[in-house]
Nanobody, 127 residues
Framework: QLQLVESGGGLVQPGGSLRLSCAASKFTLDYYTIGWFRQAPGKEREGVSCISNHGGRTIYADSVKGRFTISRDNAKNTVYLQMNSLKPEDTAVYYC????????????????????WGQGTQVTVSS
């Protein structure tokens, strides 16, 4: 069964940084657009960022633009989310997801279009 596994979450102070990883097993990520989502308690799941299959196109939610960077290393079958200048409102469970949808616009791919999801990793920003 195709699997995505997130890692790298944790507790960090406001203004700090974390790097999340999304590793795939039993399939290669080369052909997939990868998205990062987050869900805070009591809130709807929110799209954070996505990256095209070869990394040439990246899209960010306005709430993270300029602070988060998505990247991928297809040789390692891994996608990353570098999160800088973290704020308490970034606290959430972060999920990665994969879709064969070809990224062709400037809009985040909606959650309903993703086929595979990881189990999530908790990010807590607090002093």
């Amino acid at each position: 069964q195709l699997q995505l596994v997130e890692s790298g979450g944790g507790l960090v102070q406001p203004g700090g940084s974390l790097r999340l990883s999304c590793a795939a097993s039993k399939f290669t990520l080369d052909y997939y657009t990868i998205g990062w989502f987050r869900q805070a308690p009591g809130k709807e799941r929110e799209g954070v960022s996505c990256i095209s299959n070869h990394g040439g196109r990246t899209i960010y939610a306005d709430s993270v633009k300029g602070r988060f960077t998505i990247s991928r290393d297809n040789a390692k079958n891994t996608v990353y989310l570098q999160m800088n200048s973290l704020k308490p409102e970034d606290t959430a469970v972060y999920y990665c997801a994969a879709t064969p949808y070809i990224l062709s616009s400037d809009d985040l791919v909606p959650a309903r279009d993703y086929d595979y999801w990881g189990q999530g990793t908790q990010v807590t920003v607090s002093s």
